[in-house]
């Protein structure tokens, strides 16, 4: 049991699943400072999620049947949403305006409610089509957008309290 | 109010009650110099930093007694399921703290000894 992985972390693992790296080089993709990202780097290897040959650090494939559905476990990913979304709250918080994440409570009548959830349909769609999309070797791990979106009722929110 | 008056009055305010002697004692400064800065006499910077540490100290220790209590009521009153995600939140937040810090790599390393000797 891993505890399950921190953003820094789950940054890595993603960036060597791309391919093998280095460490200025996985330095370079993630933008991590170097000593998060040595200590993160230290922590995977205790964990042996990953390995290292020489200088350059790769994915423990031997093991990764084991650390793969520990990482990806329901509570793990949970975890890991929770984090994303205090982050995206932080830097939301800190730069009004823009547009990190934006809340809003509003009475949305039936027909627009249609109107809204067919919107945000194609929002969904819109994204899973640039996943699909192959990404260029230039294109740092870094940089990946995260998007956010969805809709709930009060009634569903105070259900979860 | 000035910076020594609001560091005179948060002294006051982190330990309440507290004796000029008492003050002298926990940080070092004698009590004559302790007794003229509370009478008004223009404090140094050395003493400003010491007395700006002795007020820190106290805001960290109130917090450790108010997370104490928290987490003693929290057994009481929270159901066990509850309970796990404030430990999860709480283990997660102290390992993001620990990958930020310095010290970390070293304790990793030890981790790592560990898990290759019961790997072994």
Redesign the interface.
């Known amino acids: 049991m891993f ?2 992985l ?4 789950r940054i890595i693992i993603e960036s060597l699943e791309k391919r093998e790296k280095k460490f200025e080089d996985l330095h370079n993709d993630t933008c991590l400072q170097k ?2 990202l ?3 780097l ?2 995977l ?4 999620i990953i390995v290292v040959n020489k200088d350059t650090y790769g994915l423990n494939m031997k093991y990764k049947h084991l650390w793969q559905a520990d990482i990806n476990s329901p ?1 793990n990913v949970e ?1 890991e949403l ?2 994303i979304l205090e982050s995206l709250l932080k830097l939301a918080l800190k730069h009004q305006g823009k547009d990190h994440l934006k809340i809003k409570k509003v009475t949305v009548g039936e027909s627009d409610r249609i109107i809204l959830k067919a919107m945000l349909r194609n929002v969904e769609a819109f994204i899973n089509n640039l996943g699909k999309k192959k990404q260029t070797r230039l294109e740092k791990t870094s940089d990946q957008q995260i998007v956010v979106w969805g809709l709930a009722t009060y009634n569903e929110l105070l259900k979860e309290i | 109010m000035n910076l020594q008056t609001l560091t005179l009055t948060y002294v006051r305010q982190a330990y309440p009650g507290i004796t000029l002697r008492e003050i002298a004692t926990q940080t070092g400064l004698e009590l004559t110099r302790i007794f003229r800065i509370f009478k008004g006499h223009e404090m140094k910077l050395s003493e400003y930093q010491i007395l700006n540490t002795f007020i820190e100290k106290k805001g960290r220790k109130t917090s450790v007694i108010k997370l104490q209590r928290l987490l003693d009521e929290s057994l009481e009153v929270l159901d066990d399921k509850t309970i796990n995600e404030i430990f ?2 709480l ?2 937040k102290i ?2 703290a ?5 010290h ?2 070293l304790e ?2 030890e ?2 000894k560990e ?1 290759l000797c019961l ?1 072994a």
Not at chain 1, 6 to 9: C, G, K, L, S
Not at chain 2, 98 to 102: A, G, R, T, Y
């Open positions: 505890n399950g921190t953003i820094f972390e000593t998060i040595a200590n993160s230290n922590y290897l205790a964990k042996t509570i975890l929770q984090e | 999860l939140v283990e997660r390992q993001t620990k990958i930020k810090s310095n970390y790599y990793s390393q981790t790592q898990q790997m």
